[in-house]
């Protein structure tokens, strides 16, 4: 098992992220198994209660794990399934830690940062390492390790610690540090000030860890790279090719192609002495760059209102706007999101906002479609109602999810069968007429992971065959998603609701559970309970999104006829991407089966090296 080590200098939110997230698609690229965890030194157990507004979303996975955003980039950028321990807090390493020690397993000793939770944060790390992350089940050759917040933060000692260990433990040649720094660019000099990398490197290197690449962060490119490259060289005792260089790029999906034109992978390979595919990573990289080309070239734009509770910042919305990259890019399209604050589309703020008012419904107009996403409390769900309203009534095609479809039957109840207290008791407990009701498992007194989380099947009953997204979906009768939520349509009410033209048309194994309903005679209104936004991949865009942007560029009804695909004058003419995507997944196929039949180690055989 190999390591790469990620760490962060000078400052936080500077990508350290993606720039992981993107070596691992570059390792990926040579048909290497990739996994990757994420370290966040906070107390906290699990990032399930965080407002939005802490660390952006609460990122879901197939388990139920309520992990960091970063492990969305990594799921998307190496198309993996990560489990909730492949995301390290301070919280769960103690919270280990003391029921040993409550176990007595410690016997009798005292229980001190060096070496209980040094070690246990070795083992953890060791042991998650090796679980398999994609669909082959094969134990991944590479693990890469995040380690979140600044070298130098109080929090992060003893997992740098750790590591310094960590390093002697697996041997130096089979782990990587990789130290992602920031240049600052002062507007007045215009030069690129390598000082504070200086001296974080200096700081890491004091803590015992070598940088072997330093990836150097900036805003702008720096004006002289090979002057800047030799400076960082000389001062922090790397070579050149060690130095590797990332203004602020148009789109996350650059930054592999940029690494790698960088000579990162090559490096990388070498450094850890893995094999590289060469066929593999040319049509890997080529569908790669295709991908980033469509994104950074379509002429088209389709306009998107997402109407939010989290505006001010759009890392609350991280998955739901990558979505509609990832459907926009598969159809040659590009999107523009304009975030709309929910509450200010509600009547009252006419006399209190009246511009902010104003605003949000141009904004709301002005859109070729409109994403209600999840959310949670009181603030903002009448200005969503309103949204699903305008919607149904002017045929503009909607998506809403999680709290996007409990808001879009509430207005269907209200507006349409004139139930006018239509409510849900997440806002009322009391009440008249509950159209949203909280789920029996949910238990209010305690806020931590007490929701309906994870993958679960959802079932397409058979009133779908007029649907939009049991078409979407490839007709198949069931299909898997996840989950986030406390409250659920009240099944006293699906008759009515349905009988009236909202027909649920997806629901949980058991039938009990409404998963997705869709309004008929609409060019696409779909809302579904659970989150499809966490599923999407770069080149495998979510269903109900793709349904969305299609519906909202005029091309759904075509695409359904098309079984399911642009018509020619609507796709690219060299449009190779199915024919690349099918290559790939057969040489996952065979390297994997190589690897079960022969244990080679880098499961290819020596005629694909
Ligand atoms: N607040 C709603 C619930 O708990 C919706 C949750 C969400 O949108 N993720 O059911």
Known sequence: MKYIIVTGGVMSGVGKGIIASSIGTLLKSCGIHVTSIKIDPYLNIDAGTFSPYEHGE?????????????????????????????????????????????????LGKTVQVIPHITDAIQDWVERVAKQPVSDDG?????????????????????????????????????????HVSFIL?????????????????????????TPDLIICRSTKPCNNVEQVKKKISTFCDVALKQVLFMHDLDSIYKVPLFMEKQG???????????????TF????????????????????TIKIALVGKYTQLSDAYASVSRALTHAGANINHKVDITYVEAANLENDTKISNPVGYHEAWQKLCRSDGVIVPGGFGTRGVEGKIEACRWCRETRKPFLGICLGMQTAVLEFARNVLHIENAETT???????EPLIVEMPEHCPENKGGTMRLGKRTTIFKNNSSFSNIY???????????????????????????????????????????????????????????????????????????????????????????????????????????????????????????????????????????
């Open 58 to 106: 609460v990122y879901v996975l197939d388990d139920g794990g309520e992990v960091d955003l970063d492990l969305g980039n990594y799921e998307r950028f190496m198309d993996v399934t990560l489990h909730s321990v492949n995301n390290i807090t301070t919280g769960k390493i103690y919270q280990e830690v003391i029921n040993r020690e409550r176990r007595g397993d410690y």
């Open 138 to 178: 094969v134990q991944p050759d590479v693990c890469i390790v995040e380690l979140g917040g600044t070298i130098g933060d109080i929090e992060s000692m003893p997992f740098v610690e750790a590591f310094r260990q960590f390093q002697f433990k697996v041997k130096k040649e089979n782990l990587i540090c990789a």
């Open 185 to 209: 660019q002062p507007g007045a000099t215009g030069d690129d000030k390598t000082k504070p990398t200086q001296a974080s490197v200096r700081e890491l290197r004091g803590l015992g860890l």
């Open 264 to 278: 990162a992978l090559e490096f990388l390979l070498d450094r850890l002495s893995l094999p590289i595919n060469i």
């Open 281 to 300: 990573n040319q049509i890997f990289m080529k569908q790669w760059k295709k991908l980033s080309d469509k994104i950074d070239y379509s002429q088209k």
């Open 426 to 432: 997440e806002i009322n407990l009391n009440a008249k």
């Open 471 to 609: 078409k979407l979906y490839g007709r198949r009768q069931q299909i898997e998603e996840r989950h986030r939520h406390r409250y659920e349509v009240n099944l006293d009410y699906v008759e009515r609701v349905e009988q009236a033209g909202l027909k649920f048309i997806g629901v949980d194994t058991e039938g009990k559970r409404m998963e997705i309903c869709e309004l008929e005679n609409h060019p696409y209104f779909v809302a579904t309970q659970f989150h499809p936004e966490y599923l999407s991949r770069p080149l495998k865009p979510s269903p109900p999104f793709l349904g969305l942007m299609l519906a909202s560029c005029g091309k759904l009804k075509s695409y359904l006829e098309n079984e399911c695909r642009l018509t020619p004058d609507e796709s690219c003419s060299e449009d190779d991407s199915e024919d690349i995507l099918m290559k790939i997944q057969d040489l996952i196929v065979t390297s994997s089966n190589e690897k079960k039949v022969n244990g080679n180690s880098n499961g290819f055989s020596n005629d694909l090296l």
